[in-house]
């Protein structure tokens, strides 16, 4: 390969790299041609294409990308899964995962994933995980299930306040019902009542001048004496 066709390839890899959103690297040395046509073709019904590469050349375009962590995955005949932005990293690595367990050939060396190194234990464990689709639901009910609770909370306390608000108003209308009828009865008893303390202050006074005079009256003399 001449020099300007292998800094074409570094530069291609190094795009490749860099735009992945996920990548898992794998050692396929034994597999057939017909095997690694079929696992190309199911890898891209998951969105990700399988590349066979050379290391040193990866090595120049992983150290360009900023993907230091691919350096020490490079040993050995190697083949890269990148996948693509709307691609499915679940699905591609168990699409990896059964075709290693399969052909006791395939190696799953690990690959890098939202930015982050992950082992060949972390591609197996991410192979067990549901499909993106199911994922996506228990993420969406995970998110909603709080934001109900939280509308509940909310809206209880304002149910409640509408409550005590509406008994209270039950409360001051009854009380000022009952008190309306016996406004004019009450007040009945308190002019009786002073009309009954007048009669008896008269009657002391009619008493008091009664038994007035009697001791102011002089003896009657005896004019015929």
């Not at 209880?156 to 019902?177: F, K, T, Y």
Request: aromatic share 0%.
């Amino acid at each position: 390969m001449h020099k300007a066709d292998k800094q074409q390839v570094v530069e291609e890899l190094t795009e490749r790299l860099r735009s992945a959103d996920a990548l898992i690297v794998a050692d396929y040395r034994g597999l057939t041609n017909s095997q690694l046509s079929r696992l190309r073709t199911e890898l891209v019904e998951h969105g990700a294409k399988l590349t066979v590469v050379k290391n040193t050349l990866t090595r120049r375009a992983a150290e360009a990308a900023g993907a230091d962590a691919l350096l020490a995955m490079l040993e050995g005949p190697t083949a890269i899964a990148f996948v693509e932005a709307e691609g499915n990293p679940v699905g591609v690595a168990k699409a990896l995962s059964d075709a290693a367990r399969e052909t006791k050939i395939l190696t799953l060396r690990g690959g890098v994933l939202a930015g982050k190194t992950i082992s060949n234990a972390d591609v197996e464990s991410l192979a067990k995980l549901p499909p993106l689709e199911v994922l996506q639901a228990q993420l969406v009910g995970v998110i909603v299930a709080p934001l109900t609770q939280l509308v509940a909370l909310l809206d209880a306390p304002l149910r409640n306040l509408v409550g005590l608000i509406d008994a209270r108003i039950e409360q001051l209308g009854g009380s000022a019902a009952a008190e309306a009828p016996g406004g004019d009865d009450a007040e009945e008893p308190a002019e009786e009542q002073a009309a009954g303390a007048e009669d008896a202050d008269m009657d002391r006074a009619e008493s008091a001048q009664a038994e007035s005079p009697a001791e102011n009256i002089e003896p009657e003399t005896n004019e015929e004496e």
